[in-house]
């Protein structure tokens, strides 16, 4: 069973090279574009499956009495599978298929949506018990299973995403096209706080589960029509020396030494000190991340009393801004500071705190769509650059998807503290108790990335 499962997903063989120059130039202009695009709106829908829980919320607290620590263990079961199985992914996603790879996890996180909102439908919230249990403490953990079936599913898109990208992008180009392409994460947060938005608000939580369900699988089977792997399954040549670009130099060892993976594995990610520090700074990004993403439209219903379209509409301004935001880290990090990362990432994070500190204190609710705005530029920044482009030039291209899934894990390890620790403070200390929270966060964070600074002068 295991051996054909790896069969189904097994990489396809490299293509004798085109030797044709115009038809490989012909061909790599349109997969280059075809593979990004695709990917591009493939990483959109998962969002659409992943923040609808953040719209929810409210109605979920509404009807089954959860309290903020319980929805804080809902939110955290799909970070934790999700963290797990970025990393298992990562490594799967490496020697993977990516057109079959892909779309099978799409279609998973769908079904796994799709369970997420009938688990309530035959099971009747009340005060008599369940096999000697609440029943709502039956659905809670109903919910948390298929929360976390969600996540394990959707923690195999990134890799897969970040493969193709490594292979169909060179060096010299691939940082703008990776923050190009890291937009996908706002676009898809944005689109399903106003879709899950408008559809809670009019036709309950479920809704807001059963349309991107369905939406993903229609994209699914999109998708293995458009993407491939590597562009050698192709028969074009490798993307640096169809660019006449001298690859880097660990790559290049690769290439001729005859390492296994897991040589190469161990040496540029388990052993390498940067990778680290930026896996342990990707904890207090998500954290501030996922505070806000999962948390604000709760914030804003309950400390400033705002109607639920209103804060869903707020909300809004932080992915749409954001994209700007991550953009601009892309860029100026190339342009501005020659490729160095740390310099913008700690800007960034400066600019996370004073968000925050104004939000708390602010009074005026136009002002409060600016300054979510202006958390998502500053959130998203950091966020595309730390466990992924920074990552991955960090280690080499032959772990690609391995390096960003080890600092990814890394990252849902601050998703779950995010949701755990957030409901948790509200219970404990109200909104102040979880803005200072993630204040703390971007503080540490700024620590760490001050030190990654530091290693890049050297």
Known sequence: MASKFFEFFKEPPSQPVIEDKAKVD?????????????????????????????????????????????????????????????????????????????????IMTAIANLCFALSAVFITPGEFTFFGLPTNTIILWLFVFFWGASGWFQSAGFPAVAKSLTYWYS???????????SCSHQMGTFLSVIVSGFLVAHYGWRMAFFVPGTIAILVAIWLYNRLRDKPQSLGLPDVESY?????????????????????????????????????????????????????????LSEAKANSLELASLKLSSLPLVGIAGTVCAGVISDKVFKGKRAPVNLIYLIGVVVCLVLLKF?????????????????????????????????????????????????????????????????????????????????????????????????
């Open 26 to 106: 012909s061909m790599y202009s349109h997969w280059r574009w075809r593979i990004f695009y695709s990917c591009f709106i493939g990483y959109t829908v998962f969002y659409l499956c992943k923040k609808n829980i953040a719209v929810a919320l409210p109605g979920l607290s509404e009807e089954f009495n959860f309290t903020n620590t319980e929805l804080g263990l809902l939110g955290s079961s799909l970070y934790l599978t999700y963290g797990i199985g970025k990393f298992v992914n990562g490594v799967l996603a490496d020697g993977s298929d990516v057109r079959k790879f892909l779309p099978t996890a799409l």
């Open 171 to 181: 060096n010299s180009e691939r940082g703008t096209k990776w923050s190009l392409w």
């Open 243 to 299: 660019r006449e670009e001298v690859a880097v130099k660990k790559d290049a060892g690769c290439e001729v030494d005859n390492r296994s993976y897991l040589e190469v594995f161990k040496e540029n990610i388990l052993f390498n000190k940067t990778i680290w520090l930026l896996a342990i700074a990707y904890v207090f990004v998500y954290v501030i991340r996922f505070g806000a993403e999962d948390w604000m439209i709760k914030y």
């Open 362 to 458: 602010n009074t005026i609710s136009t002002l409060d769509f600016v300054l979510i705005g202006l958390l998502g530029a500053f959130t998203y920044g950091p966020q595309m650059m730390i466990g992924g482009l920074c990552a991955v030039e960090s280690s080499s291209k032959k772990v690609a998807s391995a390096a960003t899934g080890f600092t990814g894990t890394f990252g849902y390890v601050g998703a779950v503290l995010s949701a755990t620790g957030t409901g948790f403070m509200v219970d404990k200390f109200g909104w102040n108790g979880a803005l200072s929270f993630w204040i703390a966060s971007a503080v540490i964070c700024i620590v760490i990335c001050i030190m990654l600074w530091q290693n890049e002068k050297k």
